[in-house]
């Protein structure tokens, strides 16, 4: 597609529930970035995928937090067992092979906003 | 790891006015500078950015100067419009060039 696309735009859960939060990619970027924004905060890095290899997990904040990327392409991120303090904007980002966040291949989505209540 | 802090939080500016945005990081290996504007429901934009080998880099109203020994970086809009009102954020490269670390974001108000 033209940019990345991610789904859905809002997601309201109950505390406690399982949650799919979907990223699809530019057509050929190999790289895929998730991002996790707070209200007031800045961007959180969360999960970084390039090619085959393995993906950067650093990130994420606990082991509820879980994503793929299958086939090289659509990546989606998973959150068990819902809290109240995972309400944020998520953001993903996708880039060309080799040129990481830098100023030709690093393109954001419009983010899921997950509210939990 | 990488730690960058951004001043200020928020930027109220008259149109026409420049504006200014700083921020400092902590590791002196980090050698890629970003800047992204944030609108209203929107995912971040690239608007200019600085490699660890230049000073300093305009494109049109917007220039960005980076200061490696005192290790801080700042954005500089000129001739401030409304539609420049946004959500600003600096980010480092950690890693090389695979993983940015962001600061907290400047909220810029241009009023007419």
């Known amino acids: 597609g033209a940019g990345v696309s991610q789904s859905p735009s809002n997601k309201v859960t109950e505390k406690g529930k399982d949650v799919e939060l979907r990223c699809d990619p530019i057509?050929?970027?190999?790289?895929l970035y998730w991002y996790r924004q707070s209200l007031g905060q800045g961007l959180e890095f969360l999960i970084y995928?390039?090619?085959?290899?393995?993906?950067?997990k650093s990130g994420l904040p606990s082991d509820r937090f879980s994503a793929e990327r299958t086939g090289g392409s659509v990546s989606t991120l998973t959150i068990q067992r819902t809290q109240q303090e995972d309400s944020a904007v998520y953001l993903c980002?996708?880039?060309?092979?080799?040129?990481?966040?830098?100023?030709?291949?690093?393109?954001f989505g419009s983010g899921t906003r997950l509210t939990v209540v | 790891g990488e730690n960058v802090e951004q001043h200020p939080s928020t930027l109220s500016v008259q149109e026409g006015d420049s504006a200014v945005i700083k921020c400092t990081y902590s590791d002196s290996a980090s050698n890629y500078f970003p800047w992204y504007k944030q609108e209203l429901g929107k995912g971040p934009q690239l608007i200019i950015d600085?490699?660890?080998?230049?000073g300093e880099k305009k494109d049109q109203r917007i220039a960005v100067t980076l200061n490696k020994t005192a290790k801080h970086f700042s954005l500089h809009i000129t001739e401030t419009q409304p539609e420049d009102s946004a959500v600003y954020f600096c980010a480092a490269s950690s890693g090389g060039f695979q993983k940015l670390v962001f600061g907290t974001g400047t909220r810029l108000l241009v009023s007419p």
């Open positions: 995928f390039q090619g085959n290899s393995a993906p950067d």
């Open positions: 600085i490699r660890s080998n230049v």
């Open positions: 057509s050929g970027h190999t790289a």
């Open positions: 980002a996708s880039s060309l092979l080799g040129q990481g966040p830098g100023g030709y291949g690093y393109t």
